[in-house]
């Protein structure tokens, strides 16, 4: 096993659980489940972001073909879980494992205080050599309140965790340079540093069981190793494959971490969504703050407040083009703000202890 890989987080997603007929492909579950006690026997922690509750819910139950779309996915999902957490568990029972389960909405990810009472969940779960199994609260998750898919929660849970890898199972063996089904696509084997226009050359098509496409799982794959941790996307088809990706002996994409960053600071990095205000930095202070010299957010950079916050909220920091350029923690409200913008001289609006660049 890849040396240096204390925590790993596996997401597995409903097109590597699922068969073709929609069904739950039970031995190809057990033997992932085979692979994780392996792993954990080896020394590791392992956190398990799991979909596949729909496909479980389908095995057990006939829904009306017109039925809302949204009631019969909560249909789904609630009597899903249930067995796909039973299934989980009765398998790893034979490692002599324990698993839990984790159910999540977007919701507990926007507070503070909610985020850090899950994450002290986690490390219990952990300290008890539990194998916390994942998963998106889809009875009670619908349209905004969604995650894009369970991508975007594995990123989430991996930097909430300080994990030094995330390794995302789909149905193909990694990033293409083009359509994975034709011959003339390269599989990317590694991708690092600057900024990647994915959509350029990735298939935006979703997997028949998934919600989100390639673009999705490349994004959230180059964010998440921007805050330290390692992510690999490889074919959860394949037979050992958890163990040939930490063994480096098969093909698949690695996207390389960048220096780790602080818990505050992975927390900022994932909560766009939930950003109340937002300000407009000059060109000036724009270079200052993306230059490799840290440094804090001073009014004399800000030429207009977009939209109000209060102190304590995390806040959009865009340029003239109001183009993105980080998030950080306001260390005081829009109203002090707009009376100082571009003053010299004057408290931070953001310390570069909570800001995070994107």
Known sequence: MSPGYQR??????????????????????????????????????????????????????????????VAARQLLASIGQVKL????SALFDQYQILCSQILVTKED?????????????????????????????DVVSVTELMF???????????????????????NVDGIYDGDPRLASSKLIEKIDGA???????????????????????????HKTAQ????????????????????????????FAPDKSKSGKKKWIAHSAHSATGAVVLNEGAKNALLSSKAT????????????DFNKGEIIKIVDEQEKMIGLGIAEYGSDKAKERIGQKNQKALVHYDYLYLS
């Open 8 to 69: 790993i987080v596996i997401k597995i997603g409903s097109n590597v659980l699922t068969q073709a007929d929609g069904l739950p492909d039970n031995a190809r579950i057990a033997h992932l489940v085979e692979q994780i006690a392996a792993i954990k026997g080896q020394g590791a922690e392992v956190i398990l972001v799991s979909s596949g509750a729909v496909a479980s819910g389908r095995s057990m139950i006939k829904v009306a073909e017109k039925a809302d779309a």
């Open 85 to 88: 957490i039973n299934t989980y």
């Open 109 to 137: 990810f926007r507070d503070r205080l909610h985020y850090l009472n899950m994450r002290n969940c986690l490390e219990v779960l952990l300290q008890h050599q539990v194998i916390p199994v994942v998963n998106e609260n």
């Open 148 to 170: 894009t898919d369970n991508d975007e929660l594995a990123g989430l849970i991996a930097a909430m965790l300080n994990a030094q890898a995330l390794i995302v199972l789909t």
């Open 195 to 221: 900024a990647v226009d994915f959509s350029s050359f990735v298939s935006s098509d979703k997997s028949q069981f998934g919600r989100g496409g390639m673009i999705t799982k490349s994004t959230m794959a």
């Open 227 to 254: 805050l330290g941790i390692a992510v690999h996307i490889a074919n959860g088809t394949r037979d050992y494959i958890l163990l040939d990706v930490l063994a480096n002996k098969a093909a698949h994409s690695t």
């Open 296 to 307: 804090s957010l001073l009014p004399v950079g800000i030429v207009k407040v977009l939209a």
